[in-house]
């Protein structure tokens, strides 16, 4: 079955640049669909970032869009997410997730387990 | 805050029926057919219940609903189990300006 696993530093300086990776197993990216990231800090809600396609099309939250850039590599079957100048409000646990549909839309699985990343110096 | 309104909790005894809403604008819920409804246990990743207002994934339980009339949608939960208790979250397709939005979430209590 699909699988999907985040990957990256669990701690940012304050105005560096947070990186993570998404590794999919048991689907192959270039073969379709949008791949998301979404992100909880701690205790809160859920908070979608963007989406990219397999081509490379990408969408972003109009709110974090600014500072947000999302990638895919068909060739590791790996999509990434930057966040850059990261404060401690972008301390939260991201997730990533596979939205099965060759358009966006806001139905997303399965998900990775997610990764806590802290913002902290 | 959320761009979709939820309330904060609910709760109700085994085997009874209860309902969370989800209520956005005619720019998100009441426009659009594409609301999604996620379960979360804590410390777990969010599990997806419907999908496309009223649609249910293989596997998940059919005592799993959903529904939407005008700019609130709801999910239902009848015969309700201990393994039941969770956060449920509301997402919504919202158009090609601001496109996705999530409830704030409900914490469902099993008495």
């Known amino acids: 079955q699909v699988q999907l696993q985040e990957s990256g530093p669990g701690l940012v300086k304050p105005s560096e640049t947070l990186s993570l990776t998404c590794t999919v197993s048991g689907y192959s990216i270039s073969s379709g669909y949008y791949w998301g990231w979404i992100r909880q800090p701690p205790g809160k809600g859920l908070e979608w970032i963007g989406s990219i396609y397999h081509s490379g099309s990408t969408y972003y939250n109009p709110s974090l869009k600014s500072r947000v850039t999302i990638s895919v590599d068909t060739s590791k079957n790996q999509f990434s997410l930057k966040l850059s100048s990261v404060t401690a409000a972008d301390t939260a646990v991201y997730y990533c997730?596979?939205?099965?549909?060759?358009?966006?839309?806001?139905?997303?699985?399965?998900w990775g387990q997610g990764t806590l990343v802290t913002v902290s110096s | 805050q959320s761009a979709l309104t939820q309330p904060a909790s609910v709760s109700g005894s085994p085997g009874q029926s209860i309902t969370i809403s989800c209520t956005g604008t005619?720019?998100?819920?009441?426009?659009?057919?594409?609301v999604s409804w996620y379960q979360q246990h804590p410390g777990k990743a969010p599990k997806l219940m419907i999908y496309d207002v009223s649609k249910r994934p293989s596997g998940v339980s059919n005592r799993f609903s959903g529904s939407k009339s005008g700019n609130t949608a709801s999910l239902t939960i009848s015969g309700l189990q201990a393994e039941d208790e969770a956060d449920y979250y509301c997402?919504?397709?919202?158009?090609?300006?601001?496109?996705?939005?999530f409830g704030g979430g409900t914490k469902l209590t099993v008495l």
């Open positions: 005619s720019s998100d819920v009441g426009g659009y057919n594409y």
């Open positions: 997402c919504s397709y919202a158009g090609s300006s601001t496109l996705v939005v």
């Open positions: 997730a596979r939205s099965p549909r060759e358009w966006l839309s806001p139905w997303f699985d399965p």
